[in-house]
């Protein structure tokens, strides 16, 4: 081989994550952490595409010398049409975050959001007990549905959801089974009586949206809250159930469990989630 046919195995590799915006994304902090933590020569870049570019995009980054991507609001359905293989969690919750790029070019599309809700619960909460109640999901968006799928493999026997179009609460319960009992949103403060795990699946409480409403006095002081925004860490709800004695998990947490998997398998490397990511994620 002469010097100017390089191997592959020089190429730097890179990653990234795409969507529309990605400006206000944290992934490119959280990557590059853990790529100066572990030394590696590699890099992951923001990149703002437009819908109609989608499939151009998808198609030309393994050229570019791209091993994986994650995705984001709105391409985590679109991108399912356009892999080549679909995990069955990802076809499930019908949506992919993580996109593996393997060495022929063919596009390997997978759901990890759900693996980073559990992980962060487990570590946050390492007594949490899945099957110790009924949990409660509010929303019924594609975060909703990770929540869902991860839940109810956990072993939670019973699953309350609600959301403020019944509708799509209901399209949940009909692909996710008889496990599910859906309650309309006036009456959300009722499905918490008894819940062991609660769940804020909604954007209400995030910096400039309103605050997620919801009547507590069913809560129960034993209830594990969590909430997947996590701009404030704090959000309102969960201020409001760490008062009434819950114990409460924010939603960062969920953020960088997700990127472990996709990270491993592009990089090579196995990554930490610890206080050290936290905090340079925060930053």
């Not at 509708?167 to 062991?196: C, H, P, T």
């Amino acid at each position: 081989m002469t010097d100017d046919q390089p191997s592959l195995s020089h190429h730097v590799p890179l990653a990234g994550v795409i969507g529309m915006p990605v400006a206000h994304s944290r992934s490119p902090r959280l990557h590059g952490h853990w790529l100066r933590r572990y030394g590696i020569a590699g890099h992951y870049i923001p990149m703002p595409v437009m819908p109609e570019h989608l499939a151009e995009v998808l198609r030309a980054l393994p050229r570019l010398g791209f091993v994986g991507i994650n995705v984001t609001i709105p391409h985590k359905e679109a991108v399912l049409t356009l892999a080549d293989a679909v995990t069955d969690r990802a076809a499930l919750i019908g949506a992919a975050n993580t996109l593996i790029f393997r060495p022929d070019g063919k596009i390997h599309a997978d759901n990890t959001d759900g693996y980073g809700f559990i992980a962060n619960l487990r570590q946050n909460a390492p007594d949490w007990q899945p099957d110790a109640g009924p949990a409660v999901v509010i929303g019924a968006g594609g975060a909703a549905r990770a929540v869902v799928a991860s839940l109810l493999d956990s072993g939670v026997k019973e699953l309350r959801i609600t959301n403020r179009t019944r509708i799509r609460s209901e399209q949940i319960k009909a692909e996710f089974g008889a496990r599910l009992v859906v309650y309309d949103w006036a009456q959300a403060g009722n499905m918490l009586e008894g819940a062991a795990t609660v769940v804020n699946a909604t954007s209400l409480g995030m910096e400039g949206k309103q605050p997620l409403r919801l009547p507590l006095d069913a809560l129960s002081p034993d209830a594990l809250v969590t909430d997947l925004v996590y701009t404030p860490l704090m959000t309102p709800f969960l201020l409001d159930a760490q008062a009434r004695g819950c114990r409460v998990v924010d939603g960062l947490g969920m953020l960088l469990h997700q990127a472990a998997p996709g990270f491993e398998r592009w990089f090579g490397r196995r990554p930490e989630v610890d206080d050290d990511l936290r905090r340079a994620v925060l930053e």
